[in-house]
């Protein structure tokens, strides 16, 4: 069982009782993946997942439910979609009509069946070998492999396509101090590199393509900031510029240029491909907001379009923007390459919504179609 303290540390970032995926197609319903009609060999029966469509703003909005405690929301380039529920502890298949074909963990009763794609049983949750407690994210590497985040147990966990189960990354580590503790999400960037946070030890990890490890940024334990990656020594928690608090999402983009989602200190930083700090945007201790990459000033949380309370997800749109999901603010905002904020995404006070890309306005929390509650990810796919 994982401790309280591990809980109230995920509490931070998002609400366990999330039960809903939302897609928001531009699409004619004959073009979109999502009303594909190519059929998988082997759909579960008798699912406890359905699907529901609603208008939004002339368009059709599809909502898959029936999570328990949905995270991870990965799509694959062959139109598949692969669904970490967290609180389940399991990786959920659906293929591109959105019914489900299988999941990956371990089922209730048979602990030792860790392989391959079940299409019945109840998952269990554990800290055995193969088992997930608190799957989070999902990524795959050039040969298909599937990497699968394991927030509670500090692991990522490794399978071949076919769902067999192939270990634990780094596994044992170099030494200690750098294991891992708390990783909500891995990603490869277009070079294959394979990138980690670890949300618990304040840190970004770096692996190559044969997932040798590279090194690790962020803030020493003697409060020295690291310009560039090292192989050893411990991490610690930090405000100061290039240092981290409770990074949550790691992205690159083609130039290698390094984009960290910071939870704790409310703000997103970029970095050289070296590891040397670069620039932050997001809200100022002095009520304003950033314009742009910036090296000075301290971050506040700010409810303002702009800035950011509990940002969580990071996602580049065709190397030229990128979306965020503003965890605290229940909205998700898009900003240019150059970090200039370009509008947001979400539900109003007066509990309508967004139509379209909002530069002003203050965002609130609902449960109504196009509104937000506590988004943990955004992803742009097919337009």
């Not at 909502?63 to 929301?73: A, D, M, Q």
């Not at 770096?206 to 962020?218: A, E, H, R, T, Y």
Request: hydrophobic residues 35%.
């Amino acid at each position: 069982m994982i401790s309280i303290k591990k809980i109230d540390r995920l509490i931070l970032i998002l609400s366990f009782f999330t039960g809903l995926m939302v897609f928001i197609s531009n699409c004619d319903n004959n073009d979109s993946p999502l009303y594909s009609t190519k059929a998988e060999d082997r759909i579960m029966n008798d699912s406890q997942w359905h699907l529901d469509t609603h208008d939004y703003d002339g368009k059709p909005l599809i909502v898959l439910s029936g999570f328990i405690g949905p995270y991870g929301l990965t799509p694959a380039s062959d139109g598949q979609l692969y669904v970490a529920d967290l609180k389940e502890g399991r990786v959920v298949r659906f293929n591109s009509s959105l019914k489900p074909t299988g999941w990956l963990g371990a089922k209730s009763g048979d602990e030792n069946n860790i392989s391959g794609w079940h299409v019945d049983g109840t998952p269990i949750r554990g800290g055995a070998s193969g088992m997930f407690e608190m799957p989070h994210s999902i990524t795959f590497d050039q040969n298909g492999r599937i990497f699968v985040s394991d927030y509670a147990n500090g692991r990522v966990h490794i399978y071949q396509p076919d769902g067999t189960f192939a270990g634990n990354l780094f596994d044992p580590p170099l030494s200690p101090e750098v294991a891992f503790i708390g990783i909500p999400n891995a990603e490869f960037d277009s070079d294959n590199n394979l990138w980690i946070v670890d949300f618990d030890a304040h840190r970004v990890f770096k692996f190559d393509p044969n997932l040798s490890f590279v090194g690790w940024i962020g803030g020493r334990t003697d409060g020295t900031i690291l310009d560039s990656f090292a192989l050893d020594g411990e991490s610690a928690r930090v405000s100061e510029m290039g240092g981290f608090f409770k990074p949550h999402m790691v992205q690159i983009d083609d130039s290698g240029y390094i984009y960290v989602v910071e939870t704790g200190n409310h703000r997103v930083q970029k970095f050289a491909p070296s590891g040397k700090f670069v620039g932050w945007i997001g809200g100022k201790s002095d009520g304003t907001k950033t314009d742009g990459w910036e090296t000075e000033s301290e971050t506040k949380a700010t409810n303002s379009p702009g800035g950011f309370n509990a940002p969580v997800s990071l996602r580049l749109i065709d190397n030229e923007y990128f979306l965020i999901a503003d965890n605290g603010n229940h909205r998700i905002q898009k900003f240019s390459l150059d970090g200039r904020f370009i509008g947001w995404l979400g539900g109003r006070p007066d509990n309508t919504t967004t139509l379209g890309w909002a530069r002003d306005g203050i965002s609130a929390e609902g449960n109504r179609p196009g509104m937000f509650s506590a988004p943990f990810d955004a992803r742009f796919m097919n337009g």
